[in-house]
């Protein structure tokens, strides 16, 4: 089983192949569709690493994907310019798996 990267950074593609790990630079909400549907259609990735700036194009497919699917994980990494997400993200992906506000 791999992991597979979906960047919008060429430096954090290129760190992650140093590590081993392939993986596409996409830009636009579209690209990012294709390329996580096609990924998630093959049998040998068991790890989806995708940059915090590309989950926030499209966390609705994200996000029903993590609740929905169990293989691949998606993991969201952060990129070079730092963690971006909210205090309250936890939260919210809390909430939306159990469907009661916190």
Known sequence: MKFYLISDNVDTKMGMRFAGIPGVVVHEEEEVRREL??????????????????????????????????????????????NGRTKDSITKYVQDAIGVKL
């Open 37 to 82: 549907t096609q990924a998630m259609e093959r049998e040998d990735i068991a790890v989806i690493l995708m940059t915090e700036k590309l989950v926030s194009l499209c966390p609705d497919i994200v996000y029903d994907l993590k609740l929905n699917r169990k293989k691949p994980l998606i993991v969201e990494i952060p990129d070079r310019h730092g």
